[in-house]
Every structure is written in C-alpha cells, then in structure tokens.
Nanobody
Framework: QVQLVESGGGLVQPGESLRLSCAVSGFASDYYVIGWFRQAPGKEREGVSCILSLDTSIDYEDSVKGRFTISRDNAKNTVYLQMNSLKPDDTGVYYC??????????????????WGQGTQVTVSS
C-alpha cells in the first residue's frame, strides 16, 4: 500500500521561506513521478512541481519558477519543496502525489492516483 506523508507547512509572512517534505513508502517501482500540488479555497488543485525518480526531468508551474525548488533524496524516499519568497497567493493546502510516469511532463492532478493527506501553508502578514 502506497503511503505519502507530508510535513513542513505553517504560517509565514510574505517573503519568508518554508521547506515541505514528503516521505513515500510502498510504491512498487523505483521509477515513478512525484509531485507537489496545492489547493486554495474555492479553487481546483493545481500542479506546483513534479520530478522523476530516476532522471533530472523537473517541471514547475509558471508562478513559482525561480522561487520554488523541488528535490529528492532517493535513499530516504523523500521529496522536498523549498519555497522561497512566499506570497499570499501561495496559500493553500499542499499535497504530494506519486504514480507511474506515463506522459512527458506529467504534473496534473488527474494523472496521479496516490496522495498524501496535505499540509497547510498560509502566507499572511
């Protein structure tokens, strides 16, 4: 059974940073795509950044490019999202998700079947 556990959310002021972690266990393959998604109240869940487990392919949503960095530690089966220069628009519940890679640039919520429980990120002064 696949399990994903996110941590690292919180309340920060605009311009500050947070690092989210997602520990993955139980996935049946060493080759997978894992991503971070967020959902603000009243909005659809959107892809923030996705990374493949065995190569350097990374995708970022346009609004986070240059501010967020996704990385992975395969030895720990953990993926991180370093979020710098946070803005109020970054507020939402952040989820990680994992699945087999089936299309290039796979980073849409409907393309993932296994999800974590989410962690709240609030950016407010």
């Amino acid at each position: 059974q696949v399990q994903l556990v996110e941590s690292g959310g919180g309340l920060v002021q605009p311009g500050e940073s947070l690092r989210l972690s997602c520990a993955v266990s139980g996935f049946a393959s060493d080759y997978y795509v894992i991503g971070w998604f967020r959902q603000a109240p009243g909005k659809e869940r959107e892809g923030v950044s996705c990374i493949l487990s065995l190569d350097t392919s990374i995708d970022y949503e346009d609004s986070v490019k240059g501010r967020f960095t996704i990385s992975r530690d395969n030895a720990k089966n953990t993926v991180y999202l370093q979020m710098n220069s946070l803005k109020p628009d970054d507020t939402g519940v952040y989820y990680c998700a994992v699945d087999y890679p089936v299309v290039a640039g796979q980073c849409t919520a409907t393309e993932f079947r296994s999800w974590g429980q989410g962690t709240q990120v609030t950016v407010s002064s």
